[in-house]
């Protein structure tokens, strides 16, 4: 009987879910795409840490994707001669699946209270704080011309290079993260 009850029980969260992604698919548009033009990525471009290529070009989560002479997220207005104000930070400082106007570093570029800086975004998807480390060091070291850097995280990068054991399960490389990975591709819910 037990075991009969699970099977309704998981039936019936299966045909919600179904109809939840009927009436999603009619709603929506389309589906969230989530997908990284990894041709815009510079391996170690920071020592151990990964970022981005300088100048270049491409889609990231279904947006146009452009980056600067410093590797960062491409600003509408270039105000060289300035203060050089650095943002680093993840995905949401990077502003994965927005328009390279509509970054943190973007509008606070354009304001008037910035109007003496020049505020570069240097963030990249998936980068913790001990990417952060390595490429401030790496900056400092090259650059004398940096006057500033904030820097913007979330709670998901006190992780850091975390083995893989350590880390939330669903981050794991696993059966679990693949089938997260499948969902957030194709489930429109």
């Given at each position: 009987m037990k075991g009969r009850n699970i099977l309704i029980v998981a039936g019936v969260t299966l045909g919600i879910l179904m109809v939840l992604e009927v009436v999603s698919r009619i709603v929506l548009s389309n589906i969230y795409n989530r997908k990284f033009d990894s041709s815009l990525i510079e391996p170690h471009k920071y020592g151990a840490t990964d970022g981005l290529k300088n100048n270049a070009s491409g889609t990231v989560w279904g947006k146009p994707f452009h980056t600067d002479d410093m590797g960062g997220r491409k600003h509408q207005k270039s105000k060289t001669g300035k203060?050089?104000?650095?943002?680093?930070?993840?995905?949401?400082t990077e502003g994965v699946g927005l328009d390279d106007s509509s970054t943190i570093a973007n509008l606070t570029n354009d304001s008037d209270e910035w109007a003496d800086a020049d505020?570069?975004?240097i963030s990249m998807i998936g980068w913790s704080?001990?990417?952060?480390?390595?490429?401030?060091?790496?900056?400092f070291a090259r650059d004398t011309s940096i006057n500033e850097v904030y820097l913007f995280y979330c709670l998901n990068d006190i992780y850091g290079k975390s083995a893989v054991k350590d880390l939330p399960p669903i981050a794991n490389k696993g059966v679990i993260s693949e089938v997260n990975g499948w969902l957030q591709d194709r489930y429109a819910t």
């Open positions: 203060k050089k104000v650095l943002i680093i930070g993840d995905s949401v505020v570069r975004n704080s001990h990417d952060y480390s390595n490429v401030i060091d790496h900056l």
